[in-house]
């Protein structure tokens, strides 16, 4: 037996908590963006600054790597190449995105935190939800995906 087959259960469990820690991260992270431009007084935006690096810096980006890293250990063992499975890393790689563009907000509420929305910032957590739900249903129902075809001329 192979030794990462051996290890198998291991890092899907390492995976599935990665993933759930993640995907709390950035369900999460809105809500707490959203809270920048109602936040007044300088030691309570010293603390949510504080709370929302923490959520990103310590919780988020770590589960991040250890989800992407355990997720392409598995691919490897289970030899998972099916359309389906494309169009999950799709969905994935645009969880990274949002990730890197909560990143980006904090820095920008920072500087200017009055500059953005609160209701915008908080309608920002349906993105990570749909894209959640996505995955999870392309994983779950694994669907037979055909290639996209176009439709026949006459």
């Keep these: 037996m192979d030794l990462l087959a051996a290890w198998m259960p291991w890092i899907k469990a390492v995976h599935l908590a990665a993933l759930l820690a993640w995907c709390a991260c950035l ?3 809105p809500s707490l963006l959203a809270l920048f431009p109602v936040t007044h ?3 309570s935006r010293h603390r949510l600054r504080a709370a929302t690096r923490f959520v990103y810096i310590a919780l988020a980006s770590p589960a991040a790597v250890l989800a992407v ?3 392409t250990a ?3 063992l289970m030899n998972v190449y099916a359309p389906w499975f494309f169009a999950k890393l799709t969905l994935v790689a645009a969880m990274v995105l949002f990730h890197a563009g909560c990143g980006k907000l904090i ?3 920072r500087a200017r935190p009055h500059g953005w929305s609160p209701g915008l910032l908080l309608a920002m957590a349906g993105l990570p939800l749909a894209l959640i739900l996505g995955v999870l249903w392309l994983v779950l129902a694994q669907p037979a995906l055909g290639p996209f075809s176009l439709p026949r001329l006459r």
């Design 41 to 43: 007084g300088r030691v």
């Design 27 to 29: 369900l999460a992270l």
């Design 69 to 71: 890293v355990s997720g």
């Design 107 to 109: 820095l920008v509420l």
């Design 74 to 76: 598995l691919v490897h």
